[in-house]
């Protein structure tokens, strides 16, 4: 027999009431949002009409083996590696075009830090020279560049998968240029 303590079943009965009501909170969070197969659109004048709460800087974006490229997107605090194909939408004028991006694969990186740990700052050693992005970087200073000293994982676009697959460390050399990267920050920053 259970000796009768006095509210000992009234707090077992408000313990099972909020264990209860956050599994129902946590069931009806909403997921992280996907963007595969959503289309960005680049106007001449007004530049990229990315999804809202998104950003991205001209240093988080690579281009790749024929109509695509990789970016990096924050979209609300989250990081996230998009490979989208590239489409001319309607030619303006010499060099000024309507562009399409579709997001063709996404990958979501929660803990990594945009342009930083997570960058596309990359070439390929062998006969794929662009299309490859770093996560979990770890950079060391040489003169006024970093180089990559370690990643968790180096990903590349698959141009006819058109998927990130993982591959060799040993197939990238990564470098970046932060007084570069600040100049694109300051232009891309600067009213127009």
């Avoid at 707090?11 to 197969?37: N, R, V």
């Avoid at 060099?95 to 979501?108: C, I, K, W, Y």
């Avoid at 006969?127 to 968790?152: C, I, N, P, T």
Wanted: proline share 6%.
């Amino acid at each position: 027999m259970i000796p009768r303590v006095p509210g000992l079943w009234q707090m077992l009965a408000c313990a099972a009431i909020l264990a209860a009501s956050s599994a129902a909170t946590a069931a009806d969070a909403p997921a992280e949002e996907s963007f595969i197969g959503r289309p960005i659109y680049s106007e001449p004048t007004t530049g990229l009409q990315m999804p809202p709460t998104c950003v991205i800087e001209p240093s988080w974006r690579a281009h790749t083996s024929g109509d695509f490229e990789l970016w990096i997107v924050v979209c609300g605090q989250t990081a996230h590696a998009w490979m989208v194909r590239r489409q001319v939408v309607e030619m303006l004028g010499a060099g000024l075009a309507r562009l399409r991006f579709q997001v063709v694969d996404e990958r979501v990186y929660p803990g990594e830090s945009a342009g930083e740990s997570l960058s596309v700052q990359c070439t390929g050693r062998g006969k794929d020279m662009d299309g490859y992005l770093v996560v979990g970087a770890k950079w060391r200073q040489d003169g006024k560049e970093l180089r990559l000293a370690s990643a968790l994982t180096v990903l590349h676009a698959d141009p006819v998968k058109q998927v990130l697959v993982n591959v060799d460390a040993g197939q990238v050399d990564c470098v970046r240029f932060p007084q570069r990267e600040a100049t694109m920050r300051q232009l891309q920053q600067a009213p127009r």
